[in-house]
């Protein structure tokens, strides 16, 4: 299965046009949309829109920019799934998500953090992969020291540590767009505004 996935772009529509078109051309299977799509929730026009026109699959969660009412209004105006404390299989791969952050306008607890991935991850019985969404990057990583404002989630970090996925799509981070790190043997990655393109 082939994924773009990318977040921070904060209300860029065209950003998410050249996206879109780089989805089309890698031939992905699934977008994946790691939060910050507005800013500060305004501009939700033509973020999620130029995917679906192109008959992508989409998910998404929320980021610290957006609430989670306005990622469930743009995943029920779209026809996309909001992972946000749920997961969805696609073919043998689940995927599970926590958007919000431990930081900024739409603050999420870490027991909360914790508590939705776990609720999400209990769904993915016989899943062969198991792909982990978040918006906020884990504790203890090396995308910490990229940032003086912005602590990793300690929530993030135990869902990892207990639930093991295979791999982690966080963005939230800017500076840190592109690293990739382990936590045990599961990869981290800042897929960024840019957009990444994973094989799984």
């Known amino acids: 299965m082939k994924v773009l996935a990318f977040g921070d772009i904060h209300g860029d529509s065209k950003l998410a046009e050249r996206l879109a078109d780089k989805a089309v051309k890698e031939k992905a299977d699934l977008v994946i949309m790691c939060g910050d799509l507005t800013y500060f929730e ?11 026109k192109r008959k992508k699959k989409v998910i998404l969660i929320p980021g610290n920019h957006e609430s989670v ?15 946000h404390g749920y997961s969805i299989k696609c073919k043998d791969v689940g ?3 926590c958007g919000g952050a431990n930081i900024g306008p739409h603050i999420l607890p870490e027991k909360e953090i914790f508590e939705l991935l776990e609720h999400g991850y209990n769904g993915l019985k016989g899943s062969k992969k198991k792909i982990l969404v978040s918006h906020v990057h884990p504790s203890e990583t090396k995308m910490e020291k990229f940032t003086d404002f912005f602590p990793g989630s300690t929530g993030l970090k135990k869902a990892i540590d207990k639930f093991k996925p295979d791999i982690v799509l966080c963005s939230h981070v800017h500076e840190a767009e592109g690293i990739e790190e382990k936590i045990g043997k599961t990869k ?13």
């Open 188 to 200: 981290i990655i800042n897929v960024g505004k840019s957009g990444k393109i994973i094989n799984i």
């Open 69 to 83: 009412a306005t990622a469930d209004f743009l995943a029920d105006m779209y026809g996309v799934k909001n992972l």
């Open 42 to 52: 305004e501009s939700t026009d033509n973020i999620v829109g130029p995917f679906v």
């Open 95 to 97: 995927f599970f998500g």
